[in-house]
């Protein structure tokens, strides 16, 4: 009990720092949107020659997904600490005082900490991610928090949970086709299922509208908001 008790003033301590630096995320991702624009020399798109001007659209570009990028992360974050305070609500019910709500509790706190690191980050540091290739059968619409319909062995050996996708239009992607999609992996996301690697990830839109294929005769057409 005495470990459990260090562990929770840790905790509350943790939780009062977030509750103080939480109502700054907004505003400094509204800051970082802006410098994605500023005017830098022999990059901004209206300087120069022709090939200044590529720089500068290239700059864009670039910085625009690192934002989106960014933001989706933020999203997959609060995704996992709304799971993990679901779970130890659960724990709590059922097995209140133990070394199990205590870690829970834990996670959590370093889940909101990694979120308000993340919202500081300057976007022109960050590193893009790990980047794949997966064949989707899409079978329902999607949503954030939808998981993708992978083909093949893909869906044995992984689960990938939608937090972003480039532009934040859904609306290009159609049920009923099969797509090729270039996704990014943004954090582990925890699963119950031994053997099989869960993440948050962005998708980036497909080349092509997507080829169709033959639907089930019932699909769910719901997902979590967020």
């Known amino acids: 009990m005495k470990k459990a008790s260090i562990w929770s003033k840790k905790?509350?301590?943790?939780?009062?720092a977030v509750s103080l630096y939480i109502f700054l995320i907004q505003g400094i991702m509204a800051a970082n949107?802006?410098?994605v624009f500023r005017p830098i020399s022999g990059h901004g798109p209206q300087e120069g020659n022709q090939t200044d001007k590529y720089l500068g659209l290239a700059y864009i570009k670039e910085n625009t997904l690192k934002l989106s990028l960014l933001s989706a992360t933020m999203r997959a974050l609060a995704m996992e600490i709304n799971d993990y305070e679901q779970i130890l609500e659960?724990?709590?019910q059922a097995l209140p005082n133990t070394d199990e709500?205590?870690?829970?509790?834990?996670?959590?706190?370093?889940?909101?900490?990694?979120?308000?690191?993340t919202a500081l980050q300057n976007h022109e540091d960050y590193k893009l991610?790990?980047?794949?290739?997966?064949?989707?059968?899409?079978?329902?619409?999607?949503?954030?928090?939808?998981?993708?319909e992978l083909e093949?062995?893909?869906a044995k050996q992984f689960q990938f949970c939608i937090a972003g996708i480039y532009g934040d239009d859904f609306s290009i992607l159609e049920p009923g086709r099969r797509y090729d999609f270039e996704?990014?992996?943004?954090?582990?996301?925890s699963s119950d299922w031994p053997g099989v690697s869960s993440y948050y990830v962005f998708i980036m839109p497909p080349a092509d509208p997507g080829h169709g294929f033959s639907m089930p005769d019932a699909v769910p057409n719901s997902a979590p908001h967020f």
């Open 11 to 16: 905790i509350k301590d943790q939780i009062v």
């Open 33 to 35: 949107c802006q410098q």
């Open 90 to 92: 659960q724990k709590k």
């Open 101 to 117: 709500v205590v870690y829970i509790e834990y996670t959590i706190a370093k889940l909101k900490e990694l979120l308000i690191k």
């Open 129 to 148: 991610p790990e980047k794949r290739h997966v064949t989707v059968n899409m079978a329902r619409s999607y949503y954030y928090g939808t998981m993708l």
């Open 152 to 154: 093949g062995k893909s």
């Open 183 to 189: 996704i990014y992996l943004l954090i582990p996301k």
